[in-house]
């Protein structure tokens, strides 16, 4: 430069039809002056086709080795590709525009020494690069994400790029973005306010997050995230969020909600989603914390209260959750308190730890109803553990646990231990058996079931025992053959409640047999002894024994009768509903001819104000 002092010059060039191997260019115009100690290129202009311009101004003073200067462009950027290195070649092919973008800039820099064959750009130029520039687009993309129109302002001073201003519009709704970038480290930060479907970024996540949004579905109305998205470059372990989001009518896994909200942070590819509320007509879901581990692929809830349909978690969780707890139903939402983990993965149904204390007002599970229930739940390696159960149950109350296993390919194994008191026998038969059936009596008892599946009727396995008070059983068949029979002896007797009857039964293979049996319906005893199955087919024998609670008058009545006792033995065959009842003992009528006696003794004295006159007359 020093030779070049005491020279000036200028310099102008016309040039068409200008061609290199990659590109053409329309025209070129460069104006060029020298002046010592500065150097300038004004109005240098080249033109491509379609009318795309590129332009520069700038000044070098070779003094201060500082160069200042402006430029625009209306120029595509695959028409100039070709003079970059490969690695901004693979930067700029994560864009994509359909036609080019529009671009004003100012830049100052300063050059290396002249003489220093070691100096680089990126060392000795880059930290001292000044840019302000303005940049607008129009139907373009980023590594997969479409845009219909893009514009921003950028700067870049002391290796920091700054967009303070990126505004994006979609068909779905705007984006609004603040970013800042680190050319020296490759640590950004995006500000963000989004209005956009959330799974169109899906493209710049890892493969754990674009599962995630793949289970979202939107409606017309997207929702509104606002929050900061941090990280390093090439380095998606560094990549941190945190975030609000507001939506309304979304659904998760098909499931869907009116409204709702959370705060996220991720941070390590772990995230923590805080103050998490959602809203369906039947309820509402509240949790302060969830936490989530994307390597981990597991999920950890905290004291979320939920007043949601009981099946909505389930299928949210996956499928095979849902199925295996759809036969437990509530007919209106239970309230639950959730606490545990739950993996994300394929077979996230098999890697769960999740425990709930439940309250519900109805639940209906096989042919039972419950009423006021209360339960603590534990969903561990897709086994379900039920204790501490309490119920109202047929105007009396239910206590107990169970155990579900739903590993099993077909059906799902379960056991219980179950305990009944106060049991209303007519409503209870009425859900289980028969809904017009006459019966009266509290019962009380325990079942235990040992072993047994869902998918096998006959697969039942356990026993127990129970206890009637003030029944009445005769609208039974089983036992109501006895009724017109005992009726026949003393009016009433064959419609008279049970004081109480009590037994002990066993169940195997869906089997019930009980050898013990006893009714007491003063002044009758009856004894069953025999099996049914849970198809109700039925093979005993029921006898009845008169007088056996009357004390002297029935041991003498006993002893009188004690002759035509088996009179009263019956053989039952056929099914609940329809019973086959025949005596093992077939007497003659005469037989029973001393039981007229017998009504007269102990037939209660008729009303006297019910006689008619003259009716003690022979």
């Keep these: 430069w020093e030779k070049l002092k005491q020279l000036r010059g200028k310099l102008h060039l016309h040039a068409t039809d200008f061609t290199d191997d990659k590109a053409k260019l329309a025209s070129l115009d460069i104006d060029a002056e020298w002046r010592s100690p500065r150097l300038r290129l004004g109005n240098i202009e080249a033109t491509f086709a379609d009318s795309e311009v590129f332009t520069i101004d700038g000044i070098l003073d070779a003094s201060s080795r500082f160069v200042t ?17 490969d690695k901004d070649r693979r930067y700029l092919s994560q864009y994509q525009f359909t036609s080019a ?7 100052t820099f300063r050059m290396f020494e002249w003489l220093d064959t070691n100096a680089t750009w990126k060392s000795h130029v880059q930290p001292t690069l000044r840019l302000a520039a303005r940049l607008s687009a129009k139907n373009g993309g980023y590594r997969g994400v479409q845009f219909i129109e893009a514009h921003t302002d950028l700067t870049l001073t002391n290796r920091l790029m700054v967009l303070p201003n990126l505004t994006i519009k979609r068909k779905d709704g705007p984006l609004d973005l603040t970013y800042t970038n680190d050319m020296a480290t490759r640590d950004y930060q995006f500000g963000i306010r989004s209005r956009i479907d959330p799974r169109a970024v899906g493209t710049l996540l890892g493969k754990g997050e674009r599962t995630t949004l793949a289970h979202i579905t939107l409606s017309n109305t997207m929702p509104v995230i606002e929050g900061v998205v941090w990280g390093r470059w090439g380095d998606l372990t560094r990549t941190g969020v945190r975030a609000k989001t507001v939506a309304t009518n979304i659904s998760i896994r098909a499931q869907h909600f009116d409204w709702l909200r959370a705060d996220i942070d991720l941070t390590n590819q772990f995230i923590t989603v805080t103050n998490i509320a959602m809203g369906r007509p039947e309820g509402e879901l509240h949790c302060p914390k969830v936490e989530i581990s994307i390597p981990g692929q597991r999920v950890w809830i905290s004291n979320a209260v939920s007043e949601l349909d009981f099946l ?7 499928p095979i959750t849902a199925r295996a707890v759809a036969p437990y139903q509530f007919q209106r939402a239970p309230k639950v308190l959730i606490n545990g983990s739950v993996g994300t993965h394929r077979r996230a149904e098999k890697d769960s730890d999740l425990h709930f204390e439940m309250r519900g007002p109805q639940f209906h599970w096989f042919k039972f109803n419950l009423e006021n229930t209360r339960a603590t739940v534990h969903w561990v390696t897709n086994q379900l553990w039920i204790s501490n159960l309490t119920s109202d149950f047929h105007g009396g109350s239910l206590a107990g646990d169970l155990w579900f296993d739903f590993d099993p390919p077909v ?3 379960f056991t219980f231990d179950l305990a009944f008191t106060n049991t209303g026998f007519q409503s209870l038969i009425a859900d289980v058996a028969n809904p017009s059936n006459k019966l009266a009596g509290t019962l009380s008892g325990v079942v235990s079931v040992t072993n047994a599946n869902t998918a096998y009727w006959d697969s039942w396995q356990g026993g127990g025992s129970v206890a009637l008070t003030n029944g009445l059983l005769w609208d039974m068949k089983v036992f109501g053959a006895f009724s017109p029979l005992l009726n026949s002896i003393i009016p009433g007797l064959g419609s008279s409640k049970a004081k109480e009857a009590s037994g002990n039964f066993a169940i195997t293979n869906s089997i019930v047999h009980t050898g013990d049996l006893i009714i007491h319906s003063p002044p ?14 039925i093979d005993a024998r029921v006898e009845a024994k008169l ?5 002297l008058v029935g041991q003498i009545l006993d002893l009188v009768t004690q002759p035509f006792s088996r009179i009263f033995e019956y053989k039952v065959t056929g099914t609940l509903t329809d019973p086959k009842s025949e005596p093992l003992n077939v007497a003659p009528k005469l037989l029973l001819a001393p039981f007229n006696l017998v009504r007269d003794i102990v037939k209660p004295a008729a009303n006297s104000s019910e006689r008619k006159p003259g009716s003690d007359r022979r």
């Design 547 to 551: 007088f056996k609670n009357k004390f």
């Design 524 to 537: 009758a005893r009856l004894y069953y002894d025999g099996i049914v199955d849970f198809d109700a087919n």
């Design 411 to 413: 059906g799902n194994d």
């Design 69 to 85: 200067g402006k430029a625009t462009s209306t120029v595509h950027p695959d028409r100039i590709t070709h003079l970059l290195s």
């Design 101 to 107: 973008p529009d671009i004003s800039a100012q830049v």
């Design 312 to 318: 909505v978690i389930p299928k949210i969780i996956g």
